[in-house]
Each structure stands twice: as structure tokens, then as C-alpha cells.
């Protein structure tokens, strides 16, 4: 069963339009982890999230971790071209002994009309 | 540019070929990583180096062979691979292996078993 589920799994917008990425899992979510993929690239680190409750921004996304640490969301405000890729979110579900894998959902792919 | 170098981009290989791959990173991170990522799916962690000790190895078969011969570089020993193990493999790297360490990852070596 997948621990991290994403949606939607893709997504297609006008160049301007605002759009929502979720990450939702069963288990409490330790160091959620927010990555951007163009195709056959490296991922870019983009927002990391601890806290619940706790939201962080970075030009025009803004990522947010509900109060349970069960559910994070993706914002994005006046899509560009620019943003377009694959989005995937990733968490650490046994920080207590520091092991440094991360599980990821299964990515939400973002397209951006001019 | 990413600060994780992987070399080469692009690998094409036999089935009874031995090569490597390698990953270096001077952000003085003590943590490196082998992912394994297949088409249109997430990146699969195979193994975990901490403090140059192999600390995860995730029942990865023995033709995939790592080595960390110092803090910054992180190789991927290849041996009689097969068809299925075409992927992109992707190196990162983080300061240490607890939840609030986010990972930074190359740009991947794109390998064709033929």
C-alpha cells in the first residue's frame, strides 16, 4: 500500500490560474519534504515542513502541514510556464532513529498553458 | 546547478559489463544516498551511507555494489546487470540522516542495460 498518496496525480492549468497539491497520509508525518522534478532530472529541494500547523513560503508557493501532521498541501498563486514539472512530496516515517529514508508519494505532474 | 555532481549523465552498458557511477558533493554533508527511479514512477531508495559507514542497504541485489571512499564521494559499482535495471540513478547528500535534514539531490546518470 502506498504511505504517501498525491493528488492529483496530474494537473493542467492556464498560465495565471492558482492551484492546490495535496500529500495525505495514514501515519503521522515526520519532516515532510516538498520536491520539484523536471524529466529525467535530479529533484530540487523546494520546503521542508516539522511542525504542525506550520506553513512556509518561497516566491509564489506556499506549503502548509495540517495540525495532525497527517496532510500537506502545495499552493501555488499565478502559475507560470516556469512552474511546470513534477511534484512530489516526501516524508520520514521513523525519525526516532535517524535513518534518513525518505518514502515518496507518486508525484503530481503540473502542466502550465501560455 | 544542483551542488551534487553525478558522473556520468548518460551510461549504456552489456549485461556482462562492470562500470561505475559516481556522486560527489563539498557542502560537507556526512550523509549520502543511492535512489534507484524508474518511468513515471517515484525515486526508490537502495542505500544510505552515514559517516562513510553503509548504514541502509534495501535488500538491493549484490550486482549493485556501493562504496563511499571518503566524505564527498559516493560511488555505484555495476556488474552483470540486467534489462530491468535501466533507470535513472540518483546520488544525494544531507548533513546528517534526522527528519530536519533535507536531502539535495543530483542531476542523475540516465543507464540503459542492453
Known amino acids: 500500500s502506498q504511505e504517501l498518496e498525491q493528488s492529483p496525480q496530474s494537473l493542467i492549468v492556464q498560465e495565471g490560474k492558482n492551484l492546490t497539491i495535496n500529500c495525505t497520509s495514514s501515519?503521522?508525518?515526520?519532516?515532510l519534504y516538498w520536491y520539484k522534478q523536471k524529466y529525467g532530472e535530479g529533484l530540487i529541494f523546494l520546503m521542508m515542513?516539522?511542525?504542525?500547523?506550520e506553513e512556509k513560503s518561497h516566491e509564489k508557493i506556499t506549503a502548509k502541514l495540517d495540525e495532525k501532521k497527517q496532510q500537506s498541501s502545495l499552493h501555488i498563486t499565478a502559475s507560470q510556464p516556469s512552474h511546470a514539472g513534477i511534484y512530489l512530496c516526501?516524508?520520514?516515517?521513523?525519525?526516532?532513529?535517524?535513518?534518513?529514508?525518505?518514502?515518496f508519494g507518486q508525484g503530481t505532474t503540473l502542466q502550465v498553458k501560455p | 546547478d544542483t551542488e551534487v555532481t553525478q558522473t556520468p549523465k548518460h551510461l549504456v552498458m552489456g549485461m556482462t559489463n562492470k562500470k561505475s557511477l559516481k556522486c560527489e558533493q563539498h557542502?560537507?554533508?556526512?550523509?549520502m544516498y543511492w535512489y534507484k527511479q524508474k518511468a513515471k514512477k517515484p525515486p526508490e531508495l537502495m542505500f544510505v551511507y552515514s559517516y562513510e559507514k553503509l548504514s541502509i542497504n534495501e535488500s538491493v541485489p549484490s550486482r549493485f555494489s556501493p562504496e563511499c571512499p571518503n566524505s564527498s564521494l559516493l560511488n555505484l559499482h555495476l556488474h552483470a546487470l540486467q534489462p530491468e535495471d535501466s533507470a535513472l540513478y540518483l546520488c544525494a547528500s544531507s548533513m546528517g540522516t534526522d527528519s530536519n535534514q533535507p536531502q539535495h539531490f543530483g542531476d542523475g546518470t540516465r543507464l540503459s542495460i542492453l
Open positions: 557542502m560537507g554533508h556526512r550523509a
Open positions: 501515519k503521522t508525518l515526520y519532516g
Open positions: 515542513l516539522q511542525k504542525g500547523g
Open positions: 516526501g516524508a520520514d516515517f521513523a525519525p526516532r532513529i535517524n535513518t534518513g529514508k525518505l518514502i
